[in-house]
């Protein structure tokens, strides 16, 4: 039996790749031309937008797993479960100052916190 040869097959599989990105770069287009080649190119803008989109996501679930952490430990244990309460409700009481027409829901935000950490 004859050796396959493998730089054909190589090829046969480039083409096909190509194939395939021409067609989602055509659907992504909205051009129905086959004869058409579209060739994206990339800028130096979109590549620093997408990198710093990048930079805040990874920034982003930092801060979420910081803050699951504190809240972990302050379900855990009571000298900081107080702490926090502490800190909630004065920062409940000082929105209360800045925005007077919802002072009902800041004292129900405040019962509710005294009741369920104490």
């Known amino acids: 039996m004859a050796k396959f040869n493998n730089t054909l097959m190589k090829k046969v599989k480039e083409d096909q790749a190509a194939y395939e ?29 997408s990198t710093l989109k990048g930079l805040i996501i ?9 803050l699951l952490f504190v809240a972990l430990t302050a379900l ?8 926090l309460q502490t800190v909630y409700v004065k920062g409940i009481e000082e929105l209360r100052t800045y925005l007077p027409n919802m002072e ?3 004292n129900k935000l405040i019962e509710l916190l005294k009741f369920g950490l104490s």
Not at 26 to 36: A, T
Not at 58 to 66: D, E, S, Y
Not at 76 to 83: A, D, I, K, S
């Open 104 to 106: 009902g829901v800041f």
């Open 76 to 83: 855990c244990y009571p000298e900081p479960r107080h702490g």
């Open 21 to 49: 990105e021409q067609e989602e770069l055509r659907k992504k287009h909205k051009i129905k031309n086959k004869n058409v080649v579209i060739v994206e190119k990339s800028n130096s803008l979109k590549f620093v937008i």
């Open 58 to 66: 990874v920034f982003i679930l930092i801060v979420i797993a910081f």
